[in-house]
């Protein structure tokens, strides 16, 4: 093996290694090993001072080889590699050992740490010997997106990206666009029509031809990587004999909403057996034929609305499905401005007024002299038909929180605010695009804060209701972020590949395809022809499982090669 | 046994004052600030639910009412200006409405027209009563003796009937408050020798208000002005009561003082003038949260004890001067002012003087009943429920 330059670098961190790791003695001992040229500490490696000193020793001594004995290289082994880069060196020539994460942090004996610093360090410079230059690669990708769900959510992500001149396939399973908020009213708290926020962008959609909308039809299958993906649409009115389209598209984005609880799984509500019990959407269809009356036709004395139904308890879901209280509010005034003699009670668990004019509409409900009882979560209410010398039809006993009173409300119309639950075929959804979903069957977001529409798998977005219960505007604005992203992509117009990822040795592969299936980002295919496996280098992730299951050893992860693996192992396992 | 739901009661209580009931969110705020609430009873925030919910039997066996002096505090706090302090004074109102057997305070607090004619008709007819008399006997130019156009002997039978009228009146609502409150709002058995025990409670807070010195005032006054006010106005009034009910003949001889009762009624007119200017001044000034709203009833309550005292000072000071016709025609005013006032005693606001102090006896017995429940079992509240 020609011998090579290694420079080593131990950081002091402050005093956040130093107080634990003895590093003028990391330092003596790094320059003993073999490659080493020379070893130095320093107070803060990833400063620029720090930065520079490597860049220059590179220069000046000609290193080939750099280890930064430090922190994680999740923190700097960006920095690190930059700054090789700047210094003419390839950046895989270079090893981060963590020697406070896992090191000064975690021991209190300063001897011990030592002895485990010099051990990470050795370790370090074992392995970058054997480190090679890699370059990474960039591939073509298709500029054309497939959104998959017509609602709110993926009407504004097409118009978004139609509008800057991109093609988008628009994939809706129903005969029209609007998806659940075609079947609401008002919104809350303005009070605006859902209708107009709608129809604006119908008719916008309808007159951009670089949307092209799939009516009654169903995504089947979806192959490749980001950048090259090719789904299978099928219309569902059409048969199984109607042969599926194919189509390329370069990034996906799944907005196919929710579906709402099914109220009659709570028996002691009386849904389904009462019939002036009934759900938030039914008294959205009320409210849009004009007229809010009991099942006999009569105009209803005493209203009552029911929160949290099916959602924020034990038995149902545990999440609260935030658009409920807002809407219960919503109600109350269209309840009383179409009577204003009409009594209203709003038995809630919590009010929920986070978004913006929330509280403002609170307290404009509070005016108009709404009742608002409280009940205990899981301490649900029971509504039973009253005497016929009542003057109500209905009567709810709750025991009321406020009060400490078990009461019973008069009513003669119950509203049931349904709580919103991922729809039946979403698991379907997350196996096609590959995608994981939470216990509740949300779609997982990649980082629940900082990439709050991307998911594990590059190029498949997910927006609004279908990744966790939210309002119209927060639907609006993952909707423009996920179009965002997809445009910031398709301006680039390449894919970035890292160059590190697996690579089948063909000559070895015998085709067991176990692999295959293992892959958790489906990123390898078999081919058929030569009776191997091929890994698609855009979409692997370099976990390396395949390396590890490999029966014959035919794959190898670039830049965690078997060699450079053993020699981290051997240099951390030798005696000091 | 669930308690059912009224949402209608709150319209009624609205036209006695209770406006805001429905803004509060129950923060508990007023009950945390107000120096009275405790343990036991608790208040504003509990009395603001059950109002809200329309608890009909809760509200009228409540004695968390009359333990509220309206200091303010409450309302001042309010984060939603729900206006607590007015809801407690409404609840006053609306439990001396259910109080009284007659019905007629009702009447009075929902209309301030059937209450403004009311006065005006009794009015009316004591001046046609007086009138009739002066037509067969007396004269306008004699005040006093035998020929008098009022003779104090004769006004002061008329007193008397008044008074035993009152009386009555007024001892069957209390008896109907404690029916209210003690038996059909008792949660637990209360002992007949507890009453015995409390008494000295009930003489204690009729002439001292000394839970009304506790109130807090905040910054806006010194903190014993409303009550050294309020209880000079009281003891005024009853010193004048008396004088009148017991001593009129004496109050009435004259031209010359008899310092021996005149001292009394001096010091009697110059309590109720302080106390009625200051109370008039601040319901015009509005300047403290309580004097905000005034209820129509309250307006009449300071009008009609201002027309009392100015009448009844002149009267006097005609009747001093030697000015006999003057001091008949004031004193006719005066009577005219007086009859409505004593008659409508017991149906409006005045009545709290009998109520607040049996409220506040009541009260202890009840808490004495509830130590003495408590010394044989452990009791647990929630926490949401002591505010």
């Known amino acids: 093996m020609k011998s090579c330059r290694i420079g080593v670098y131990i950081c002091s961190c402050g005093t956040n290694i130093a107080k634990a790791v003895d590093v003028e003695s990391v330092r003596t001992y790094a320059e003993e090993q073999p490659d080493v040229v020379f070893a130095r500490t320093y107070k803060y490696m990833c400063s620029n001072p720090g930065q520079e000193m490597i860049v220059q020793d590179i220069r000046e001594n000609n290193l080939d080889r750099v280890v930064v004995a430090a922190c994680s290289p999740r923190m700097h082994e960006r920095t690190f590699r930059k700054a090789l880069q700047s210094a003419g060196l390839n950046q895989y020539l270079f090893e981060m050992a963590n020697i406070r994460e896992q090191c000064s942090w975690v021991h209190e004996d300063p001897v011990t740490a030592t002895v485990k610093a010099k051990a990470l360090t050795r370790a370090a410079i074992r392995r970058v010997a054997l480190h090679e230059p890699l370059e990474n690669l960039t591939v073509d990708m298709s500029p054309r997106t497939l959104i998959i769900g017509g609602g709110i959510a993926g009407m504004t992500a097409a118009l978004e990206l139609a509008e800057a001149g991109h093609h988008v396939y628009l994939v809706e399973k129903q005969d029209h666009l609007g998806g659940n908020l075609a079947r609401v009213d008002l919104t809350a708290p303005y009070l605006d029509s859902a209708r107009d926020l709608i129809t604006d962008r119908i008719t916008r959609i309808r007159s951009n031809k670089n949307v092209e909308a799939l009516f009654n039809s169903r995504v089947t299958e979806v192959k490749g990587f980001v950048g090259n993906f090719t789904a299978a649409v099928k219309n569902i009115n059409g048969g199984s004999d109607n042969p599926a389209r194919e189509l390329s598209v370069g990034n996906i984005m799944v907005c196919t909403g929710y579906k709402e609880f099914d109220a009659s799984r709570i028996t002691h509500y009386g849904y389904g057996k009462l019939p002036d019990v009934i759900t938030s959407f039914e008294f959205e269809q009320m409210l849009k034929r004009g007229r809010i009356m009991t099942r006999e036709g009569k105009t209803p004395q005493y209203a009552a609305i029911l929160h949290c139904v099916g959602s924020r308890s034990q038995e149902f879901h545990a999440y609260c499905s935030r658009v409920c209280c807002m809407t219960a509010l919503k109600y109350v005034h269209e309840l009383k401005s179409a009577n204003p003699a009409c009594y209203v009670s709003d038995v809630y668990v919590d009010m929920h007024a986070f978004g913006k004019g929330h509280e403002d509409f609170y307290t404009r409900t509070s005016e108009v002299k709404t009742l608002f009882l409280m009940y205990e979560k899981n301490d649900h209410p029971v509504i039973r038909k009253a005497d016929p010398k009542d003057d109500c039809g209905m009567l709810i006993e709750v025991n009321e929180k406020l009060s400490g009173e078990v009461i019973e409300i008069p009513a003669d119309l119950v509203i049931l605010m349904v709580g919103m639950e991922a729809r039946e075929d979403s698991g379907e959804i997350a196996r096609l695009v590959n995608i994981s979903q939470d216990k509740e069957g949300w779609f997982i977001e990649s980082h629940p804060k900082l990439e709050p529409v991307a998911t594990t798998t590059d190029g498949i977005y997910i927006a609004g209701t279908c990744v966790a219960p939210k309002d119209i505007p927060d639907t609006v604005a993952q909707a423009r972020a996920a179009a965002a992203r997809i445009l910031g992509r398709i301006t680039k117009g390449k894919i970035d590949v890292d160059a590190v990822y697996s690579e089948v040795d063909e000559t070895i592969c015998c085709g067991c395809r176990i692999c295959n299936n293992l892959c958790p980002f489906s990123a390898i295919e078999f081919d058929a022809e030569k009776h191997c496996s091929h890994v698609i280098t855009a979409a692997c992730k370099a976990c390396g499982v395949c390396v590890a299951t490999c029966p014959a050893s035919a794959i190898k992860g670039r830049h965690f090669t078997r060699r450079q693996i053993f020699a981290q192992i051997e240099g951390l396992m030798s005696p000091a | ?387």
């Open chain 2, 1 to 387: 046994m669930a308690i059912r739901v009224n949402p209608k009661l709150i319209e009624d209580l609205t036209s006695f004052g209770a406006a805001d009931v429905n803004m509060c969110y129950h923060c508990g705020d007023c009950s945390a600030v107000c120096v009275h609430s405790d343990e036991l009873y608790r208040f504003p925030r509990k009395s603001m639910r059950q109002l809200q919910m329309g608890l009909g039997e809760k509200i009228d066996t409540a004695l968390e009412p009359w333990l509220c002096y309206y200091c303010g505090q409450c309302s001042d706090q309010c984060p939603r200006e729900a206006n607590p302090g007015e809801t407690m004074m409404s609840l006053r109102r609306w439990l001396i409405n259910r109080y009284d057997i007659t019905g007629i305070a009702g009447k009075f607090f929902r209309s301030k027209k059937t209450e403004i004619l009311t006065i005006v008709a009794i009015g009316l007819l004591t001046a046609m009563a007086a009138l009739t008399y002066h037509f067969f006997r007396g004269s306008i130019h004699v005040y006093d003796g035998e020929n008098a156009f009022l003779p104090s002997l004769l006004v002061h039978l008329f007193d008397l009937f008044l008074g035993a009228f009152l009386a009555v009146i007024l001892l069957l609502n209390a008896g109907n408050m404690w029916r209210l409150t003690m038996l059909k709002g008792k949660e637990i058995s209360i002992p007949w020798w507890l009453y015995l025990k409390e008494f000295l409670v009930l003489p204690l807070h009729f002439f001292t208000q000394i839970r009304y010195a506790k109130c807090d005032t905040g910054n806006r006054e010194k903190p014993y002005m409303p009550w050294i006010v309020h209880l000079g106005l009281m003891w005024s009034y009853l010193t004048m009561l008396i004088l009148v009910m017991v001593f009129l003949p004496f109050l009435q001889s004259g031209p010359q003082i008899d310092w021996s009762v005149h001292i009394f009624g001096y010091l009697a007119t110059i309590g109720l003038a302080t106390g009625l200017v200051y109370f008039i001044r601040s319901r015009i000034r509005m300047h403290y949260v309580q004097y905000k709203k005034t209820h129509a009833t309250d307006w009449v309550f300071v009008i009609l004890l201002l027309i009392i005292t100015v009448t009844g000072i002149f009267q006097h000071i005609f009747h001093r001067l030697g000015l006999p016709v003057a001091a008949n025609v004031t004193y006719l005013l005066h009577l005219m002012a007086v009859t409505p006032w004593l008659i409508r005693m017991p149906f409006t606001k005045w009545a709290h003087l009998i109520y607040r102090p049996l409220a506040m006896y009541f009260s202890e017995v009840r808490r004495s009943a509830v130590a003495l429940e408590q010394k044989s079992e452990v009791s647990f509240r929630p926490v949401l429920q002591t505010i």
